[in-house]
């Protein structure tokens, strides 16, 4: 049997203990050999506000600590084409739960079904009645499987108002993310 290997992509604008959090708790719960934590460098679903070079350097810093964590650069904007690139078998794709709502939406979700298994982290305050109703509605439901998380209370757009204005990040972002994003002045205009 082959060892499992699993696959956590984003934007990481920036990456926040919450990635962490859910990236830790991931390997345990698959019990995963490697995660690739794959930073897309222009997402076809969102805009981003930092160039993907610094945000693969804050990826870099905050999955340092992470055991079996290797951090690179997806220039597939699209889930679908980068499994396909990478060729891995049968891989755990990882998202939140509510990411898995939109799933549907995706460009060739069926596809990504085909070469990943999806891993979906479900907290407190997310409406696992309408999660389980898109995981029924999905043609291969077999695929997905929801896995309860710490819920970690962050998000990358809360550390860039916070660091807009200044303010500290403790607790919110690796203490090495959060030196960076001071030392390179990230997320303030002007």
Do not use: C, Q
Not at 54 to 79: K, M, Q, W
Not at 132 to 147: G, K, N
């Amino acid at each position: 049997m082959s060892a499992a290997i699993g696959i956590l992509g984003g934007a990481f604008d920036p990456p926040h203990n919450g990635h962490v959090a859910l990236a830790r708790e991931a390997i345990d719960h698959f019990d995963l050999e490697r995660l690739l934590v794959r930073v897309v460098a222009d997402p076809g679903h969102k805009g981003v506000h930092t160039p993907a070079g610094i945000r693969l350097r804050l990826a870099e810093l905050a999955f340092a600590d992470v055991e079996g964590a290797d951090v690179s650069l997806d220039p597939y904007p699209r889930t679908a084409e980068s499994l396909e690139a990478l060729g891995l078998d049968d891989p755990v794709f990882l998202i939140g739960a509510d990411e898995l709502a939109a799933f549907p939406t995706w460009v060739r979700p069926e596809r990504v079904l085909d070469l990943a298994r999806i891993g979906a982290a479900t907290r407190p305050g997310v409406d696992l009645g309408s999660v389980e109703r898109t995981v029924a509605a999905l043609s291969r439901p077999d695929r997905v499987e929801l896995f309860p998380i710490t819920p970690v209370d962050v998000s990358s757009s809360e550390i860039r108002t916070l660091a807009a204005a200044g303010l500290p990040l403790d607790g919110l972002v690796p203490a090495a993310v959060a030196a960076e994003i001071e030392r390179l002045g990230l997320y303030r205009s002007g």
